[in-house]
């Protein structure tokens, strides 16, 4: 893809950014773009940036993460990045009631990703579903919901510890099993009365 009046260096910038967004259905950072068009330092990414939006070739928001949109492609949607989800041991986070309201950041995605607009990111931590391909430092995409079907991979607040944690649900006659996806690690047994379910997970956005 072409754009005349663009310099080699950012031609090769908004071609990469073009692709990656094609394969992945989300924006590149800057350090993605440093890698992938093989530029000395991240001010000379973000000198080019900010040529090709002056230009009008692309749009940013600094106040969101992975905010890059080529203004000749199809519309995105802002998803709240709630913070850190364990996929190890539990992490304490806030009381049910305000969790989805206290976003620090936010990623800009293609509407194919997204089947609706009740969904919010987390960042992973711990390594219990990485036979599920989910890493630690991952990013999963959560729909928002209060049931799940059994294996189904949720976000679980545990009421009893004022944790939550990522795994796989099972109902087993008076018990919750939350399965992790690594041999290695053991499920947790819960009562059903100390689980509520915050979300299912919809998609992964890999680290790099």
């Known amino acids: 893809m072409r754009k005349p009046g663009i ?4 031609q090769r910038i ?18 993605d773009i440093l ?17 090709l939006e002056r230009e ?10 992975r905010s890059i949109q080529l203004l000749d492609r199809k519309a995105t ?12 041991e539990p992490i304490p986070v806030p009381d049910s009631d305000t969790w989805q309201k206290e976003a620090a950041e936010a ?5 194919e990703l997204i089947p609706n607009k009740e969904v919010y990111a987390l960042k992973v931590k711990g390594l219990s579903m990485v036979d599920a391909l989910i890493d630690d430092g991952d990013i999963v995409l959560m729909e ?12 679980v607040w545990l009421k009893d510890k004022q944790e939550v944690t990522l795994k796989r649900l099972f109902r087993e006659k008076e018990t919750i099993r939350l399965q992790p996806s690594n041999t290695s690690m053991k499920p947790l047994y819960v009562n059903p009365q100390n689980v509520e379910v915050q979300g299912k997970v919809i998609g992964v956005i890999r680290k790099l």
Do not use: W
Request: proline share 4%; aromatic share 8%.
């Open 7 to 10: 310099s080699e260096t950012r």
């Open 14 to 31: 908004f071609k990469f950014i073009h692709n990656f967004i094609d394969d992945r259905g989300y924006a590149p950072t800057v350090r």
């Open 35 to 51: 890698k992938g068009c093989n530029i000395s330092s991240t001010a000379v990414v973000q000198h080019h940036l900010n040529i």
């Open 56 to 65: 009008g070739h692309i749009h940013r928001d600094p106040d969101v993460f």
């Open 77 to 88: 949607i802002r998803v709240p990045l709630l913070g850190y989800i364990a996929a190890g």
């Open 107 to 111: 990623l800009e995605l293609t509407e």
């Open 144 to 155: 928002a919901a209060e049931t799940a079907d059994d294996g189904d991979m949720v976000a």
